[in-house]
C-alpha cells in the first residue's frame, strides 16, 4: 500500500524539518499538480504517445503534493498555532489601498481539507489508471484531473476571497472539462455547458458578496474580514451582513448543488466515473461547504442567513433522497445522494456546527468516493461484458446488472461498508458525523423552532438514504442476474489497480469517525479541538454562543432514533427491492403516480427550461436583435434617414457632388463654421 | 536598460518614431516589389514594436505625461504638434505596436490582392492610431482621428465580404457624423477660452486649465465630445455600426478596429470628454444616463451575442458588452474602477484580437463563420481548441487570466456610487459564459459529423506566432497584472482627481470602527 508508507516517510521528513520547513513549501502542493497538467497536456497533444508515462506523472504529482500535505500538517500540529499562517508571494492587484496579495493561508481548516484533497485525490488518480487505461483521451484525462487538483488546492489554501475565486473558477472549468470529456456524445458536452452555467448563477452571488464586502469592510482577505467583523459586532443581524451571507451562500448552492441550483449535478454524470468521485462527491462540491465554514464569523453574525442556509440544507437533503428513491442509474442515484448529503452539510454550518459540517464533509469524502469508485468497477466490468457480446443495453442501469457478488465480491464487501456508513450504522464513519448534524440541528431548536423542522427533515431524510442505497445494493449485487447469460461469462472483479486504493477508502470509511468521536463513545472530539482556532472565533457571537449539544437522556434518545431509522431504512429498502422480479429496461412497464414524478425528477429541469432559460433565449433573439437592434435602431433609425436622403436629397445633393474633393473640403468647413456660429449664438 | 536607452536620447525621438517609423513604410510598401509588400509591412511594424517596448521601462511609473514635446505648426492659430504620453495611453500604444505586427503577419494568408495597398493602409491606420493616443494637441487628436477613419474605411471596403460597401459606409457616416460635431465642439471650446484668455491655442493642457471658460456652453460642448466617442465605443444605442462592419472587416481589419480603434472612443472620454467638463460629465442627469447605457450594453450585447449564428457578429457583440464595461468604470468615480476600465481596455485588446484572428483562421480554412458548419474541431485540429478554449476563457472573466481583472476591478470599484447597476452588470458572467461557451460547444466539440471538417489542418506555425504573444500576455495579465497596474496609477489617479465631484456620494465607506490594516 504506497500511500501509507508515504505518509510514513513524510512524518519522518516533518519530524526533522524546522518550522517554516514543509508549510514554507505549500506552493508545492499546487505547482505540482500544475506541472502534471502541463505534462499530460502537452502529451496529448502527440497522437501516439505512450501511455506509461502518463500513468506514472499524473498520481505522483499527486502523492508527491499529498506527502507535502502531511508533513506540514504534523508541522501546523507542533506548532499549535493560534493565528492562521499566511504565505504571501506576489500583489495580485495593487490599485490604491487595495493591495490584493497571491497569499495562501494555511490554517486547521486549509489543512484538513488539503489532506481530503490530496489523499483522496491521490487514490483516484490511481484507480483512474486502470479505469481510463483504454481511453484514447487517456493523457488528456489525467490533464483535466491534474489541473483540477491545483485548482482545488487554490480554493482551499488562498488566503482571500479573491484568490479563493480562483481556485472556485478554476474547478468549474474543470469539471466543465471532464464532465464533457467524451465530447464527441452531444450529451455530454451540453452536460459540462450546463454544469458551468448553473455555475455561474452561484458565481454572479459571489462577486456581488465580494464587492458588498469590500464596500463594507474595506478588505477582503480572511485574516483582515474576520479581524473587522469581530471589532464591529453590533453588526450582527444588520441587513448588509445579511445580504452579504446571502450573496455568498447563492455562490454555495451553486458550486455543492443545492436548492435551486442542483439541477447541473445528476447531469454532471455525463463525464468518467472517477471524475464523479473525485469532483462531484468528495472534493468540489463540498467547496460551498467550506466557503459557509471559512466565513463562520460572517454567517454566525445574521441569524437570517444562517436559518437559510439551514433550511435551505434540509429541504435539499429530504428532496434530493426522494429522488433517487427511483433511479436506475447507478450513479444518477449516488448523484442525488450527493446532493442530499450536500444539504446535511448546510444544515450543520446553517445551525452553527461548522466543525460537524466540515466532518460530515471528512466522512462523506471517504465513503461516497468508494461508492463511486465501486460503482465506477461495477460499470468497467459491466460494460466490458456488454461490448464482448456487442449487447446495446446500458452499462449503467441497475435492472441490467443483480446478483454481481457473485462474481466482484470485494466490490461487493466495500461497497457495503461504505453503505452502512452512509446509511448511519454505528460505528462506522457517517454514523458519527451524520449524528452530530442531527443533534445539533435539535439543540438549535430550542431558540429557533424552525430548526426542529429542520432536524424532522433531516432524519427522515436519512430514512430515505438508507432505502435508497439499500435498493442500490440490492438491485446491483443481490438476486438474480439479469445481464444476460453470454454477457455473464465475461463478469469478473476489477482488476487490482482498481480495488486497492478501494480498499483504503473502505478502511476510512470505517474507521474515519474517530478524527471526532464524541464523548459518548470514549473519543475526545479531535477535530472539534484541531479546528478550535478556526471556528472558535465567532464563539463569542450570538448565533454560536447559544449552541450546545443535548446531553444525557435526550442525548441517548437521539442516537437510539438516528441508528432505529437508519437500520429501519436499510431493512425496508432490501426487502421492498427484492420483493417482486426487477424487469430489465425494455421490458420495464411505464411508472405510474408519484414514481414517475420522481423518475421524472418532479420536472424540475423542464420548468427551468419553459420558464427561464428559453423566455430569455427567445427575448434576446425575437426583441433585441431583431427588433431593437435589426427594426428599430438600424431599420428606423440609421437607414431610414439614409433613404430618404438618396432619395430626396440625393436629386439635389448630386448637382453638387462633381468628384471635386476640393469642394466637399470647402462646403464641410463651411457647414462646420455655421453650426459654430448657431451653438455660439 | 535605462541606461542603454538613454545612451541613445530614447526619450528625446522616441514619441515621433512611433508615428514617423509606420509613415516612412507608407511608400517602402508601395514601392516594394508586390510579393515583398507584407514582408516589409511585417519588418516595419516589427521595428515600431520593439521601438515602443523600451517605452515599459523607460516610462517613469510615478510620473504622470511624459516626453512631453511641442513643435510649432500653425502658430497663428494656436496649433502645434504637441505629444506626451502618461499611464492611459502607454498601455493603448503599446496594444497598436504589439497588435501591428501581428495584424501583418495574420493577413499573410487573407490578403491575396493588391497586397502593396492594403498594407500600406495598415501602416496608415496605425499611425494614425498611435498619433491619436499621444496627441496633446486638440487639432492634432482631430487630425490623428480624422486620418484613421479612412484607411479603415478603405479596408473594409475593398478587402471585406460581400456586403462590404454597406458596411463600410455605416462605418464612415457613422464614426464622421460623431467626428464632425466633435470639430465643432473643439472649436468652439478653444474660441471660448480664447475670449477669456486671450490665447488662442489648441494645445491640452491650455484648455483643460481653462475649460470652465465654456460656461453654459459646457454642457453642448460635452454633448458633442461624447457623442463622437460614444459611437466609437461603441455605447448602447449607437452601436448597429460595429457588427456589420466587423462581419464585413478582413481578419486585420477587424482585430485592429475591435482591440485599439474602439478603445479611441473611450479614451477620448478618459483624456478629454470628462476632463474638460467634469461637472456635466459626473453630475446629473449625465453620470445616471450614462451608467444607464453602460449596463444596458453589457447586458444587451451579451444577450443578443448569444443568439447569433455568425461567430464573428457574435464576438462584435461581445465588445460592446465588455466595452460597457469600460463606460461604468470611468463613470465609477475610484480608482479601482477607472484602473479596472483602463484593464478591460487592454484585456479585451489581447483577447478579442486573439478570437478574431482564430475566426480568421477558421474561416481560411473553411469560408464560413456560421457557428452549425463547424463541430468536433478538437479532433482534427486540438491546438486550435486548446487556444481557442484558453482566450474564450479569458474573455469571459476566468480569474487567473486577464479578463478578470478588469471587470473585477470596475465592478468593486464602482460598487460604492452605482450599486444597484453594479449588480445588473454582473448578471453579464452567466449570459457572457452562455455565448462563448455555447459558440465553443459548437465549434469544437460535439461530433465531427461534416465531411468538410474532417480534414482540416492544425494551426500551422505562422499561426501559432500570430497567437502565442496573445496568449502570453492574456496568461501574464491575469496572473501578474501589478506592474501593468502600477504603471498607470498615477495617470488614473489625476483622472479620479480631476473628475471628481463634490456632491457626488464617496467612492467607499468603510462601516463600523475605520479601517481594517491590510
Known amino acids: ?681 | 536598460m535605462n541606461g542603454f536607452l538613454d545612451s541613445l536620447n530614447y526619450g528625446q525621438w522616441i514619441l515621433h518614431a512611433l508615428v514617423l517609423l509606420p509613415v516612412i513604410g507608407i511608400p517602402l510598401v508601395l514601392l516594394a516589389p508586390e510579393r515583398l509588400a507584407k514582408h516589409v509591412a511585417l519588418g516595419v511594424t516589427l521595428l515600431t514594436f520593439v521601438v515602443s517596448a523600451g517605452l515599459w521601462w523607460h516610462f517613469d511609473p510615478s510620473a504622470g505625461m511624459q516626453y512631453r514635446t511641442a513643435i510649432p505648426w500653425m502658430p497663428r492659430w494656436g496649433i502645434s504638434y504637441a505629444v506626451g504620453l502618461d499611464g492611459i495611453s502607454l498601455f493603448m500604444v503599446l496594444l497598436t505596436t504589439l497588435l501591428g505586427p501581428l495584424s501583418v503577419l495574420g493577413s499573410y494568408r487573407y490578403i491575396t490582392e493588391r497586397e502593396r495597398g492594403y498594407y500600406a493602409l495598415m501602416l496608415a491606420l496605425l499611425a494614425g492610431l498611435i498619433g491619436c493616443f499621444l496627441a496633446l494637441d486638440l487639432f492634432v487628436f482631430y487630425v490623428f482621428f480624422e486620418i484613421m477613419l479612412i484607411p479603415m474605411y478603405f479596408i473594409i471596403g475593398i478587402w471585406g465580404g460581400a456586403n462590404r460597401l454597406y458596411a463600410a459606409i455605416k462605418f464612415f457616416v457613422y464614426t464622421f457624423f460623431g467626428s464632425l460635431l466633435m470639430l465643432v465642439a473643439i472649436i468652439a471650446l478653444v474660441w471660448k477660452v480664447a475670449l477669456a484668455t486671450g490665447e488662442l491655442s489648441f494645445g491640452y493642457d491650455h484648455l483643460l486649465r481653462n475649460a470652465a471658460a465654456a460656461g453654459d456652453l459646457a454642457p453642448w460642448l460635452f454633448a458633442a465630445f461624447a457623442l463622437a466617442f460614444a459611437i466609437k465605443v461603441p455605447v448602447f444605442p449607437f452601436h448597429t455600426w460595429l457588427p456589420d462592419a466587423h462581419v464585413e472587416a478582413p481578419t486585420a481589419g477587424s482585430v485592429i478596429l475591435a482591440s485599439v480603434m474602439l478603445k479611441i472612443g473611450t479614451y477620448g472620454f478618459m483624456r478629454f470628454a470628462v476632463p474638460f467638463f467634469p461637472d456635466v460629465a459626473m453630475g446629473d442627469p449625465v453620470r445616471t444616463i450614462i451608467v444607464v447605457l453602460a449596463v444596458i450594453g453589457i447586458l444587451y450585447g451579451a444577450l443578443v451575442a448569444m443568439v447569433q449564428p455568425d461567430f464573428k457578429k457574435l464576438v462584435a457583440y461581445s465588445s460592446v458588452s465588455h466595452l460597457g464595461f469600460v463606460m461604468l468604470g470611468i463613470w465609477g468615480g475610484t480608482l479601482a474602477s477607472v484602473q479596472g476600465a483602463l484593464m478591460v481596455m487592454i484585456a479585451h485588446g489581447l483577447s478579442t484580437g486573439a478570437l478574431f484572428f482564430l475566426i480568421g483562421m477558421m474561416y481560411e480554412r473553411r469560408h464560413t463563420r456560421e457557428l452549425a458548419e463547424y463541430g468536433g474541431l478538437a479532433r482534427v485540429m486540438p491546438v486550435f481548441g486548446m487556444v481557442l478554449t484558453l482566450v474564450a476563457l479569458a474573455s469571459i472573466g476566468l480569474p487567473g487570466l486577464n479578463g478578470f481583472i478588469g471587470e473585477f476591478l470596475v465592478l468593486l470599484g464602482s460598487f460604492g456610487r452605482y450599486p444597484a447597476a453594479v449588480v445588473i452588470a454582473t448578471l453579464v458572467v452567466i449570459v457572457a459564459a452562455a455565448y462563448l461557451l455555447g459558440a465553443l460547444q459548437k465549434i469544437i466539440y460535439t461530433r465531427l459529423d461534416r465531411p468538410e471538417n474532417q480534414g482540416l489542418t492544425d494551426l500551422t506555425f505562422r499561426e501559432v506566432l500570430v497567437l502565442l504573444p496573445l496568449v502570453a500576455g492574456i496568461v501574464w495579465m491575469g496572473l501578474a497584472p501589478g506592474p501593468i497596474l502600477r504603471r498607470m496609477e498615477p495617470a488614473a489617479r489625476a483622472f479620479v482627481e480631476a473628475s471628481a465631484q463634490t456632491d457626488a456620494p464617496a467612492g467607499r465607506t468603510v462601516l463600523g470602527q475605520g479601517e481594517v490594516a491590510p
Request: with cysteine.
Open chain 1, 1 to 681: 500500500m504506497p500511500t501509507a508508507t508515504l505518509a510514513q516517510e513524510a512524518a519522518v521528513a516533518a519530524a526533522a524539518s524546522a518550522p517554516g520547513g514543509a508549510i514554507s513549501l505549500l506552493w508545492l502542493t499546487i505547482l505540482l499538480p500544475f506541472a502534471g497538467f502541463l505534462v499530460n497536456g502537452l502529451l496529448s497533444l502527440r497522437r501516439s504517445t505512450s501511455k506509461t508515462t502518463v500513468s506514472v506523472v499524473g498520481p505522483a504529482v499527486l502523492i508527491a503534493a499529498f506527502v507535502v500535505a502531511v508533513a506540514a500538517f504534523f508541522q501546523l500540529r507542533g506548532l499549535h498555532a493560534e493565528a492562521p499562517i499566511v504565505l504571501r508571494y506576489w500583489t495580485w492587484m495593487p490599485v490604491g489601498d487595495l493591495q490584493l496579495e497571491m497569499a495562501l493561508q494555511y490554517d486547521q481548516l486549509s489543512a484538513i481539507m488539503l489532506l481530503v484533497v490530496t489523499g483522496v485525490g491521490s487514490l483516484i488518480h490511481l484507480f483512474s489508471i486502470g479505469y481510463m487505461r483504454a481511453d484514447e483521451g487517456y493523457a488528456r484525462f489525467f490533464a483535466y484531473l491534474n489541473l483540477f487538483v491545483a485548482f482545488m488546492l487554490v480554493l482551499v489554501l488562498g488566503a482571500s476571497y479573491p484568490v479563493l475565486f480562483i481556485g472556485w473558477e478554476g474547478v468549474g472549468l474543470c469539471s466543465y472539462l471532464l464532465i464533457g470529456f467524451w465530447f464527441t456524445v452531444k450529451e455530454n458536452a451540453a452536460a459540462g455547458l450546463k454544469a458551468f452555467l448553473v455555475n455561474r448563477i452561484g458565481d454572479f452571488g459571489f462577486l456581488v458578496a465580494m464587492f458588498a464586502l469590500y464596500q463594507a469592510a474595506g478588505a477582503l482577505d480572511f485574516v483582515a474580514v474576520n479581524q473587522w467583523l469581530l471589532a464591529n459586532p453590533q453588526l450582527a443581524n444588520t441587513g448588509i451582513i445579511t445580504a452579504i451571507a446571502l450573496f455568498m451562500f447563492l455562490g454555495c448552492t451553486g458550486k455543492s448543488a443545492q436548492i435551486p441550483l442542483y439541477t447541473w449535478l445528476p447531469d454532471a454524470m455525463a463525464g468518467p466515473t472517477p471524475v464523479s468521485a473525485l469532483i462531484h462527491a468528495a472534493t468540489m462540491v463540498t467547496a460551498g461547504v467550506y466557503l459557509v465554514a471559512r466565513s463562520n464569523v460572517l454567517f454566525a453574525m445574521s441569524e437570517t442567513a444562517s436559518i437559510v442556509v439551514a433550511g435551505v440544507g434540509a429541504l435539499t437533503a429530504l428532496f434530493a433522497a426522494t429522488i433517487g428513491l427511483r433511479q436506475y442509474d447507478i450513479k444518477k442515484v449516488l448523484a442525488y445522494s450527493t446532493v442530499s448529503q450536500l444539504g446535511y452539510m448546510f444544515i450543520a454550518v446553517g445551525t452553527g456546527a461548522y466543525v460537524a459540517g466540515i466532518f460530515h464533509l471528512v466522512t462523506h469524502a471517504f465513503f461516497k468516493a468508494l461508492l463511486f469508485l465501486g460503482s465506477g468497477s461495477v460499470i468497467h466490468v459491466m460494460h466490458e461484458a456488454l461490448h464482448a457480446t456487442h449487447s446495446h443495453a446500458d452499462a449503467q442501469d441497475m435492472r441490467n446488472m443483480g446478483g454481481l457478488r457473485r462474481w466482484m465480491p470485494t466490490t461487493f464487501w466495500l461497497m457495503l461498508l461504505a453503505t452502512l456508513a452512509i446509511a448511519g450504522i454505528p460505528p462506522f464513519a457517517g454514523f458519527f458525523s451524520k449524528d452530530e448534524i442531527l443533534a445539533f440541528a435539535f439543540a438549535r431548536g430550542e431558540a429557533a423552532p424552525v430548526f426542529y423542522l429542520f432536524y424532522g427533515m433531516g432524519l427522515l431524510a436519512a430514512l430515505l438514504t438508507a432505502i435508497y442505497m439499500a435498493r442500490l445494493m440490492a438491485m446491483t449485487f443481490l438476486g438474480e442476474n439479469r445481464t444476460g447469460a453470454a454477457e455473464q461469462q465475461h463478469l469478473h472483479e476489477a482488476p487490482a489497480i482498481m480495488t486497492w486504493p478501494l480498499v483504503v477508502l473502505g478502511l476510512l470509511s470505517v474507521i474515519g469517525g474517530a478524527i471526532n468521536l464524541p464523548h459518548l463513545a470514549g473519543g475526545n472530539e479531535w477535530l472539534h479541538h484541531w479546528l478550535e482556532p478556526v471556528t472558535g472565533t465567532g464563539h463569542g457571537l450570538p448565533w454560536v454562543a447559544s449552541l450546545h449539544l443535548p446531553e444525557g437522556a435526550t442525548e441517548y434518545a437521539l442516537v437510539g432514533i438516528a441508528v432505529l431509522v437508519g437500520a429501519f431504512g436499510l431493512w425496508l429498502g432490501i426487502r421492498s427491492t427484492l420483493a417482486r422480479p426487477i424487469l430489465t429496461p425494455d421490458a420495464a412497464p411505464p411508472e405510474r403516480g408519484f414514481a414517475r414524478v420522481l423518475a421524472n425528477k418532479y420536472w424540475v429541469d423542464e420548468l427551468y427550461d419553459r420558464f427561464i432559460v428559453r423566455p430569455i433565449v427567445g427575448l434576446s433573439r425575437g426583441f433585441l436583435w431583431k427588433f431593437m437592434d435589426k427594426g428599430l435602431i438600424d431599420g428606423a433609425a440609421v437607414n431610414g434617414p439614409a433613404w430618404i436622403s438618396r432619395h430626396v436629397l440625393g436629386k439635389a445633393g448630386s448637382l453638387l457632388q462633381n468628384g471635386q474633393v476640393g469642394l466637399y473640403v470647402i462646403f464641410f468647413l463651411l457647414g462646420a463654421l455655421w453650426i459654430l456660429r448657431v451653438a455660439l449664438g
